[in-house]
């Protein structure tokens, strides 16, 4: 199991010259997590496009450490499994499919053998595995995005808005997978919802305290 440590330093971001979020810092290591909150609008899914690489902070550093060893700001990427609203797949496809090509792109080869067949099935979409995404629902839509997400068994896993779109009993494997995270790797999660927040340990409110890292609830046993 390799030991991560994920640092974020001062980072900012502004739009039109209007100050989204300020001087945002924390340091995660294996097994902890983080919720970051705050109404709509104060930036929560702009930090998560920033940790993933997929936007660039005003100003800041963010760095990782696999086993002791800086990875290089351009490969950050690869340790990382998203899931969010703004993510699409492709409609034309089969989730099987887009599994494949995700894999293709990761250049995953064979160490991803099996897994897509298996992360199918642990998101309760096997069954339909061969029809085109564009037949899925919202919430079948949302599973996949799971599966993709974890293909590459990143040892930092981002979630924005965990359950959006999600019944009952996809959220209740959500909230498994949250669970597991936080015992082989890092867990960032963008939430308000208080049953998400339950798993993590500590907390970013966006409006309240711009910078400061507090204790949440905890992370459920």
Known sequence: MRESTFSVESISKEFNR???FEDISFSLSRGESLAVTGRNGSGKSTLAKILCGLLTPTKGKISL????KEIPAADIYRHIGLVSPYITMYDEFSGMENLLVFAHIRNLGSAADGDPERLLRQF???????DEVR????GMKQRLKYAAAMLHRPEILILDEPTANLDEEG???????MRSQTGVGIL?????DAKDLKFAEH???LNKSNGVVSKSGGVLP
């Open 135 to 138: 037949t899925y629902s919202s």
């Open 18 to 20: 209007r100050v989204i």
């Open 188 to 192: 960032i999660i963008a939430t308000n």
């Open 124 to 130: 309760g979409i096997y069954e339909r595995r061969d």
């Open 65 to 68: 450490f696999v086993n002791e």
């Open 203 to 205: 907390n970013i409110d």
């Open 171 to 177: 959220a209740a494997t959500v909230h498994d997978l």
